[in-house]
């Protein structure tokens, strides 16, 4: 089968499809014949050299895919046919050709989603219903502000925490970006971070009151933000490290709001924690999708030999929504 590797940390150009020989589905896994794979920031840092598979994983890049089963190893229990169409959560191997997955990170699409656009969900799905409803308990009536309005991580969370009843704020990086969130996402509040403090900013247009929840993608860099810009008793879940990993830390103004920061990864996650959290997001986000009030969003397609034009694309930041490699 064809697969993409990572020759040597670097830029997009150090992504090569190669022949390599197609996986056997273990006990409990099931095999998929991969039809698109979901980009996602994840892959950049591993592509850099800076985010190393779990043990034990592929070192094929690739966290999400969709596509149709072609086989199950032994002690497969879930109630699966050979041809169903499903997407799968991977800890690695997703850009290439099949892939073999514990059964219990397989879902079957959801309904009235093709296969293609498919790919866009299992990772940011099981991602943001982890983080925001799992983990922050975010409540309907409350203030979640997003950061990264138009990736596929901050497409994802304006939709469901409205979709939840919260009232969202987000940020991103210029006019346009700012008008797509309110305009086509839905957002209460969209801040440019590149002209405003988005602390204040936030306060200005939420009544005084600042975030229950912050989902961040950013990390070191925010985090003296993220805490000013926190509500009394508010959560702030960091789930990416784009602005870094270190940053000083004003406990006393964490006291003073009796706040907390908790940092989760979905990637190293053991397969028990993974299936929770894919039945979890069967039961409540599929029907969302179904009925609309979320909706996928694809920015760009690419075959799997452009792989390389892929992440250009994606590095670019000019995307709304997912980026998906097609096989």
């Known amino acids: 089968m064809k697969a993409v590797y990572i020759s040597e940390p670097g830029g997009p150009e150090v992504l090569e499809v190669r022949e390599v020989q197609a996986p056997a589905a273990g006990p409990g896994e099931v095999l998929i014949d991969v039809v698109a794979a979901g980009l996602n920031r994840a892959d950049v840092q591993q592509r850099k050299g800076f985010y190393p598979p779990p043990p034990g994983a592929s070192e094929i890049p690739g966290l999400e895919v969709s596509g149709r089963i072609a086989g199950f ?27 073999a997955v514990p059964a219990g990170q397989v879902l079957r699409i959801p309904d009235g989603v093709d296969l293609v656009t498919a790919a866009s969900l299992p990772e940011v799905a099981a991602t943001v219903y982890s983080n925001l409803i799992m983990t922050a308990q975010l409540q309907p009536g409350e203030t979640v502000l997003i950061h990264g309005a138009t990736g596929g991580i901050g497409t994802m969370a304006i939709q469901l925490a409205k979709a939840v009843g919260a009232r969202v704020a987000t940020t991103a990086g210029n006019a346009e970006k700012v008008g797509t969130a309110k305009a086509f996402l839905g957002a209460d509040i969209a801040i440019n971070y590149a002209e405003e403090d988005f602390p204040a900013s936030l306060r200005v247009q939420n009544g005084g009151k600042g975030a229950d929840v912050i989902l961040d993608v950013v990390g070191a860099k925010y985090l003296e933000q993220n805490i000013d810009a926190l509500a009394d008793y508010g959560r702030l879940v960091v789930i990416g490290l784009q602005g870094g990993a270190r940053a000083e830390l004003d406990l006393g103004q964490l006291l003073r709001k009796r706040a907390a920061i908790i940092a989760t990864a979905l990637r190293p996650r053991p397969v028990e924690e993974k299936t929770v959290i894919m039945n979890a997001v069967r039961d409540a986000v599929w029907p969302m999708l179904t009925d609309g009030r979320i909706r996928p969003l694809v920015a760009k397609t690419f075959p799997l030999a452009q792989v390389a034009a892929a992440h250009a694309y994606f590095d670019s930041g000019d995307h709304v929504g997912k980026v998906l490699l097609v096989m």
């Open 73 to 99: 190893g032994p002690g497969v229990t879930k109630a699966f046919s050979v041809g169903d169409k499903v997407v799968a959560l991977l800890a690695g191997g997703g850009y290439a050709q099949q892939v």
